[in-house]
């Protein structure tokens, strides 16, 4: 079976306050979208698409491993999942 994880990350994290989005805080030394990430590998997930923000991309690319498929996310969680479901094969 081919399990495909989703992170919705294009948030802006207005209500952690935090000056960059909430999965980019980091929690224990590393982002919290990497944990994310590792959780859903540890979990038998083959395939990560992960939806961002647009001015962000290339922060997220630089954090996440090359075989996580980054791509931009929408205005809503809804438009992000799309764009992550278009994205996965």
Do not use: Y
Not at 3 to 12: K, L, M, T, Y
Not at 30 to 49: H, I, K, M, Y
Not at 56 to 68: E, G, H, K, M, S
């Amino acid at each position: 079976m081919h399990a495909v994880g989703i992170v919705a990350a294009a948030g802006s994290g207005l209500r952690l306050g935090a000056e960059l989005p909430k999965a980019l805080v980091a929690l224990g030394g590393r982002p919290l979208v990497c944990w994310a990430v590792e959780s859903l590998r540890a979990g038998g997930v083959d395939e990560l698409v992960v939806a961002v923000p647009a001015p962000q991309r290339a922060a997220f690319t630089a954090v996440l491993p090359d075989d996580v498929h980054v791509v931009v996310g929408g205005d809503t969680r809804t438009a992000s999942v799309r764009a992550a479901l278009a994205a996965a094969r």
